[in-house]
Structures are given as structure tokens and as C-alpha cells.
């Protein structure tokens, strides 16, 4: 399948009534008080509203290798059910879904510059309707996708992940163009807070121990990320301990501190 050039989006037209919701967006998150991931939080709300999308994720990605599984670390979400987290990250984690991503790190690595696609522009719906990973998207409830990447510094990436219920109609070519003016035009907030340099030692934990991270970091409890991952609370709070030793801290508060406030050398 082609992938359209990175100027494909000047081709789609916008109303006049776009425009102006987008400027209003943008001014509402510029004139926000609250902290720069109320900021985040706020931009993605008001997005989804404009694009009638129903979930949204924020992460940073230390790279994305063509060939090689990426590796995120989701820094915020909205729209997701909390039960629906861990099939998410199963979906994600399965190899196939990395291999589907290789036509949008192919295109990501050429361009180098900040690339929105639906996911139709990346694979077809043949070859995502016949992935061994595609029972765990069901599971997930979650199906039309833009992908919004950003590079940044040294190879790491703001990443951008927005999606429609599993049987939703797919988003369009305006909606995509939507996202990518709004995304392209807020460049602190890929950048304020967002835990790119922690990012960059995930690689090194297990695929495991990243979902279990994830969970810890949105709130789930131990007894709760042991049933949904269908493991042992002892086995859980083995893997805590890695993580404590992994990012230099000695408590559960003192690690969420360090992604949810900002302090985790990811700020100046």
C-alpha cells in the first residue's frame, strides 16, 4: 500500500467553521491556569469533541524503529475505561502491532518531521482485520485510529494516539487534518513535562513490567493489576520492586511523583 506524502493533508479542505473552532480551542488551552498536563488534558478533551472521537492517549517513546517493537510510556489518557487499560496494552504489546507500525516509522524516519495518520493511510483494513493481534483491539473496544507523531530530541518522539469505539464509523481525511494543525501548532506541550529522558530506559524493562508501570501510573491498585494481568499479588509487587530499583526510588508515592508531578528529571 502507498503512504500519501507528508503534504497530503493540503489537499484536504477545511470550513470556515473549523478554523474557527480550532483557534478557539487553541486559545482556550493557551489561556488554561492549570498545570501543563491540565493543559494536555484540556487540548485532547476539546479535540475529541471537535473530531467525535472517544479516547485519546499521550506517551513518549524513546524512538520508533522500523522492524523493532515500539515502546511508550503513556504519560496521560482520557476516554478509556479503566478496564479496558490492560487489553489496551496487550494489544499494543503484541508483536503484529509493532509490525504494523512499520509503514508509519518508515515514513516518520524519512520525513522527520511531525506526521498524522489515519490508520488506513498506514495499513490496509485487510491487513489489520487479518492480524493475530486484532481479537485483542475487539477486546479493547477500540477501533478507528489517528496516529500524531512529533519527533523530538536525540531520537525520541511525542506520540499521539486518538480512536473511535470499535464500530464507529472511520475517521476522515478532515478530521485527520484537524488533528494534525491543532497538534503541530502546541510545541511545549511535547515537550513541558512530558517524560521523554525516562522514557529512553523502557526498553530495558520487560513488556510485563511496562504493563504493570502503566497501570501503577493510572491509578490502579496492586490486587487490581494482579486480576487484570492474571498474575500473583506477590508476582505484582515483584515487579514494583524492579521498578524501584529501575527508576531510583524507594516508595509507590515517591515513583508516581516523579511522572505525574514532573520531577522525574524530565523538566528543568
Known sequence: MDVPPPSFHSEVPLGDGDVRAMVRLLAEVAAETGSVNRKRERLMEGLCRLIDAQAWLW??????????????????????????????????????????????ALELQAAGTHLTRLRQQIISDERFNSSPARHLWAKAGLGPLILS?????????????????????????????????????????????????????????SPRCRMVFTQLLHGHSRKKIAADLGLSVHTVNDYIKTLFTHFGVRSTPELLARFRLGDGHDTP
Not at 475505561?81 to 509490525?99: C, F, K, N, R, S
Not at 464500530?167 to 494543525?181: D, G, L, M, N, Y
Open 59 to 104: 506517551a513518549a517513546a524513546p524512538s520508533l524503529v522500523p522492524g523493532e517493537q515500539p515502546v511508550y510510556l503513556y504519560h496521560q489518557m482520557g476516554g478509556l475505561p479503566p478496564e479496558q487499560i490492560t487489553q489496551y496494552l496487550l494489544a499494543v504489546e503484541h508483536p503484529d502491532t509493532g509490525e504494523m507500525t512499520t509503514p508509519f
Open 149 to 205: 507523531f512529533r519527533p523530538l530530541d536525540q531520537g525520541a518522539l511525542s506520540t499521539i494516539g486518538v480512536y473511535r469505539k470499535l464500530e464507529a464509523p472511520p475517521f476522515t481525511p478532515r478530521e485527520s487534518k484537524i488533528v494534525h494543525i491543532v497538534l503541530s501548532e502546541v510545541d511545549w506541550l511535547h515537550v513541558d513535562g512530558l517524560p521523554v529522558e525516562e522514557s529512553r530506559s523502557l526498553p530495558a524493562l
